[in-house]
Structure formats: C-alpha cells, structure tokens
C-alpha cells in the first residue's frame, strides 16, 4: 500500500483558498487518489478523486502532476464549516479492499 | 438516494457485556466494510463483506465478528467487552464494480463507549 504524508494542521481564514498537499510516493499505476473530510463524531465524508491531472467538483479541486507522486487538495473560498479533518488516500488496495487511513491535516478556518 | 444508516448512534456497555452494531448500506451497493475509530489508533479495519460472504479482515480479535445479510444489510458485534473497545464504529459501503476504484461511503458511525 503506499503510505501518505500529509500535514498534520493547518490554519485558514475564512474566504481564503486552501491548498492541502499529500505526498504518495510509492504510488502504484493503478492507484486513485482520494480525499475524505471528516467532522468531530461523524463518519469520514467523501469529497474527490482522481487519478492524473486536474479534478474539479462542486466542493474543490484535486492537482496531481505527471509523476503522481504528490497530490493537492484545493477548497476555494473556505469557511468556518470547512473546519474538519482531511484524509489523502491512495488506493485501492484490491487484494483487502480496505481504506487505511493515515493521521489526516487538521484544518482550522478562522472568522 | 438515502445513506448509509447505522443504528444505535450512540451505545453504554460494561464491561464483559456483549453488543451488536447494525448497518444499512446505500441501496444497490454490495460491499461493507466496518472500521473502528480512536483517539489513539486513527481509523482501522475491521472486515468488509460482499454477498453474505466476509473477504476481509483486519487485525482485531475474534470477539468482533460480523456478518452480512442477503439484503446487503450488516451487523457487527462484539463479545466480552474491554474498556479499550471504546471507539466510534463506522460501517462504509460501496458497490463494488470491480473496475477502477470502488468509492466507500460511510455513514454516522456508532459511538460505543464501554464502562
């Protein structure tokens, strides 16, 4: 499985935009790249994923360079309801079909 | 389309006691997976069932267990409780096309804390 690096806090005003990187280095060609954010007390809540390039939903934004071996979370115009905790996976792990978590960036919006 | 519901939403044991943890999946999706939640640990594995049928399992003992029902609806459960068994529960779905990735969805979660 490849493992991820991302940072453990990060802090936002309201209306700025958000950048979150994740690193996946050993990232395999059929891996996708996933990201879930996840209020105190509430199951993990499924925002985006992509496999190369550029990604665009409703909700934000996902950058992943030619090598894949990074991928960039973008929440535009963040607000204090944006406050959780954002997980990078990379996946799946076809053989256990199971999600491994690392430790999440916490984001801190303030007003 | 409704969520993925889980019921009790919030559970009080003691400790020795039993308990069962039920998960309705997104309607047409056939895989569940439960995963339990700690301060201390993160989010971890537990099993994921297709068709009535566990794939796979996680590093826990064998006082969880769980199983799936022909309606894809899922229970868990853990026997002779530890204070340690503490946790938010969390059951996840998906539909398990078989082609890229399979997106889980998870639903509230079961916060079970044991005395």
């Known amino acids: 499985l490849a493992k991820t690096t991302q940072p453990i806090s990060m802090d936002s005003y309201e209306g700025q935009e958000v950048n979150i990187t994740c690193s996946h280095n050993n990232i395999a060609t059929n891996d996708y790249i996933t990201w879930y954010q996840q209020f105190p007390s509430q199951g993990p809540r499924f925002i985006i994923q992509g496999y190369k390039t550029k990604v665009t939903n409703e909700v934000a934004s996902l950058f992943i360079p030619a090598d894949r071996k990074s991928s960039t979370l973008s929440l535009p115009r963040v607000s204090l309801s944006d406050t959780a905790v954002y997980y990078c996976l990379v996946g799946p792990d076809t053989g256990r079909r199971a999600l491994t978590f690392g430790s999440g960036t916490r984001l801190q919006v303030q007003p | 389309k409704a969520g993925v519901t889980q019921t009790p939403r919030y559970l009080i044991k003691t400790r020795g006691q039993q308990v069962t943890l039920s998960c309705s999946p997104i309607s047409g999706h056939r895989s569940v997976s439960w995963y339990q939640q700690t301060p201390g640990q993160g989010l971890q594995f537990l099993f994921e069932y297709f068709s009535e049928t566990q794939r796979n399992k996680g590093n826990f003992p064998g006082r969880f267990s769980g199983r799936q029902f022909s309606n894809s609806r899922s229970e868990m459960n853990v026997s002779t409780l530890e204070l340690g068994d503490s946790a938010l529960y969390l059951c996840?779905?998906?539909?398990?096309?078989?082609?890229?990735?399979?997106?889980?969805?998870f639903g509230p979660g079961t916060r079970l804390t044991v005395l």
């Open positions: 996840a779905s998906s539909q398990n096309r078989g082609i890229g990735t399979d997106t889980q969805y």
